[in-house]
Each structure stands twice: as C-alpha cells, then as structure tokens.
C-alpha cells in the first residue's frame, strides 16, 4: 500500500504562481510512477501530469504543456507540481495518484490517490 498526502492549495490570482507537493508513505521503496489529475465541477477527473519512478519521463496535458513542471525526489518520497501562469480554468481539485508501473496518462492504471487539495484561481 502507498498513502499519499497533497499540500500546497489554495486561491490564487490569475497569471501567479503554486507549487504542490504529494508525499508518499508506505510501499515508496519501489518508487512509483506518479501522477497529477484534477476535476472541476461537474467534470470527470482529468489527466495532467505524471512522471516515471526514476523522474527520468514525464507527461503533460496539451493544457498544462510549458506552464507546469512535474518533479520527485525520491529521497523524501515527494513529487511536486509547479504550477505558473495559472488561468481560471485551472481551478479543479487536484490529486495526486501513484501505481506501480510505468507512469501513465489514465486514471485507470492509478491504484492509490490522495485526498485531493483545492486550487481556485480568479481574474
């Protein structure tokens, strides 16, 4: 098992800047793929970023491309999403996902989730 705690949310003008950062506890020896995904009300949740267990492959969504930056350090067991540019249609709770495997773009292959942080962003 793996237990995945964000932080980092929160409410934030459009154009700044948020990092979050997702740390991970349990089985984090075998370094799992991890990813970001977030939902907007009344939408599915969303792919937006992952990254492989070496942190040597990453993945973006079209949206999120050249704005966000996925990261890990594997010897704190925390991966981190730098958010710039924020745009209103960022706001979504935001999860972070982990598998044991290679990093993926579907929330299928994910097997444990955190509890999700919010991040608003306003005009």
């Known amino acids: 098992h793996v237990q995945l705690v964000e932080s980092g949310g929160g409410l934030v003008q459009s154009g700044r800047s948020l990092i979050f950062s997702c740390a991970a506890s349990?089985?984090?020896?075998?370094?799992?793929?991890m990813a970001w995904f977030r939902q907007a009300p009344g939408n599915e949740r969303r792919f937006v970023s992952s990254?492989?267990?070496?942190?040597?492959?990453?993945y973006y969504t079209d949206s999120v491309k050249g704005r966000f930056t996925i990261s890990r350090d594997n010897a704190k067991n925390t991966v981190y999403l730098q958010m710039n540019s924020l745009k209103p249609e960022d706001t979504a709770v935001y999860y972070c996902a982990a598998r044991f495997g290679s990093a993926a773009t579907s929330r299928a292959f994910y097997n444990y989730w955190g509890q999700g942080t919010q991040v608003t962003v306003s005009l």
């Open positions: 349990g089985r984090t020896f075998s370094n799992p793929a």
């Open positions: 990254i492989s267990g070496s942190g040597g492959s990453t």
